[in-house]
C-alpha cells in the first residue's frame, strides 16, 4: 500500500466511525436494504473464464442460493480437476 494515496480519517477507531455520519461523502454511504442477505455470484466462474470485472458476469442471490451454487460448481471444479464426474 502507497501511504501517499491514502486520507486519514480519523486518529481513533471513534473518529473514524463519527466521520461517516458527518464527512460530504455520506450520501454516498447508504446501506442498499434490497442488498442485505444477499451475496454476489459470478454467473461465469472467474475459474473458467469468466470476467472478474464484468457487471453482466455479477449476480446478487440469497444466501441459502449461493451455498447451492458454491457446492455446485465445486462439484464442476473437481471434476474437471480429477477427471472424475460425481
Known amino acids: 500500500m502507497d501511504l501517499d494515496f491514502i486520507d486519514l480519517i480519523g486518529k481513533t477507531v471513534s473518529e473514524f466511525f463519527s466521520s461517516f455520519s458527518t464527512s460530504e461523502k455520506s450520501n454516498l454511504l447508504q446501506i442498499n436494504r434490497d442488498l442485505i442477505g444477499k451475496e454476489i455470484h459470478e454467473r461465469h466462474p472467474i475459474v473458467f473464464g ?3 470485472i464484468d457487471t453482466n458476469n455479477k449476480a ?7 451455498a447451492e451454487l458454491v457446492v455446485f ?5 473437481q471434476s474437471r480437476k480429477t477427471g472424475v464426474a460425481k
Open 50 to 52: 469468466g470476467d472478474p
Open 60 to 66: 446478487y442471490v440469497p444466501t441459502k442460493k449461493y
Open 73 to 77: 460448481w465445486n462439484k464442476i471444479w
